[in-house]
């Protein structure tokens, strides 16, 4: 008797890489509003040290003074490192494309996330379309 093979359940490694890009972009999306949530927390605690003590706080050193870390900044660090990398020419030019690559697939995973879907034709709709597109018969 012969059993149909059943197919095989383990990812391909496209398809393993696809799953790591989705992986690295909700990782930074998680980081993003994470680093949003901390700034507004700190904000409110030097809000209430102000008014309390009614001193004015120290301005923060260079060091302390950054901005919060999003996507589009995690870019343009990644952007900065592959000019780096391209200066001391510490990896190869095929390295540096695959990590330009990566950074733009996983940086724009969540691009489409604003955008509202069309609505879906209904078939009237799609018959009226097809008839107007259709040319007037000729007498």
């Given at each position: 008797m012969n059993t149909?093979?059943?197919p095989s359940t383990t990812p391909t490694v496209e398809e393993r890489l696809e799953a790591m890009e989705y992986f690295l972009g909700q990782l930074l999306?998680?980081?993003?509003?994470?680093s949003?949530?901390?700034?507004?927390?700190?904000?409110?605690?030097?809000?209430?040290?102000?008014?309390?003590?009614?001193?004015?706080?120290?301005?923060p050193s260079e060091e302390e003074e950054v901005e919060p870390l999003t996507v589009d900044s995690f870019s343009s660090w990644m952007?900065?490192?592959?000019?780096?990398?391209?200066?001391?020419?510490?990896?190869s030019a095929?390295?540096?494309?695959?990590?330009g690559e990566l950074v733009t697939r996983v940086a724009s995973l969540g691009a489409h996330l604003g955008e509202e879907p069309p609505p879906p034709i209904g078939a009237d709709v799609q018959a009226?379309?097809?008839?107007?597109q259709r040319p007037p018969p000729t007498a």
């Open positions: 149909p093979e059943r999306l998680l980081v993003e509003a994470d949003t949530a901390i700034r507004a927390h700190v904000q409110r605690l030097e809000s209430a040290i102000v008014h309390t003590a009614q001193l004015p706080l120290s301005a952007q900065l490192c592959v000019e780096r990398m391209r200066a001391h020419q510490s990896v095929r390295r540096m494309v695959a990590i009226a379309i097809g008839k107007a």
